[in-house]
């Protein structure tokens, strides 16, 4: 048994300081596809002249550096180069997500959208796999091209930012 009188004068005292946010999602892509992989911080603080903001990929590669509200491509991996896309003029706004294009397999694997100036990490779980079923029934407006491809990049980022509502 114990003796509490002995510990009378003494008192540890522990603080955790729980400062860093991190969230994760999954994402499916196909062979030769796109996808989009989401980064949006919407809690403020963001530095004048927009954050560092890094992507990484399961090997720490570099897939993109964003710098001062530009994207830096000049440490990028090799296996990213040409095919991977951003979207500036959302910077200002907190997002900072990217689209990797023809996807491969081996693309497959964790990515983390790090922005260290306010702590903040967000992970994205990329599934590369299978192959993409035509459609039998033709869709409206425009046939096939840079619109359909667009439509489900909003329609994935519009899905990620319900779901993240409920994770945030």
Known sequence: MMNFRRLEGSCLLVVFSLTAVSCQVQVE????????LPCIYRRGGLPQGGPNVFWRDKDDSIVLD????????????????GRV???PEFYP???FSIVIKKLQEADSGPYEC????????????LTVSGRRVA???????PAGGAAEGLSSILLTLLS???SARHVL
């Open 135 to 141: 459609m039998t029934t033709p869709r409206p407006g």
């Open 160 to 162: 990620v930012l319900l």
């Open 114 to 125: 790090n922005i260290p100036a306010v702590d903040y990490a967000f992970r994205v779980k």
């Open 85 to 87: 896309e951003t979207f």
């Open 29 to 36: 892509g196909f062979p030769g596809g796109e996808v989009l």
């Open 93 to 95: 706004k907190g997002n």
């Open 66 to 81: 964003i710098k001062a509200n530009k994207a830096d491509t000049s440490l990028q991996n090799k296996k990213f180069t």
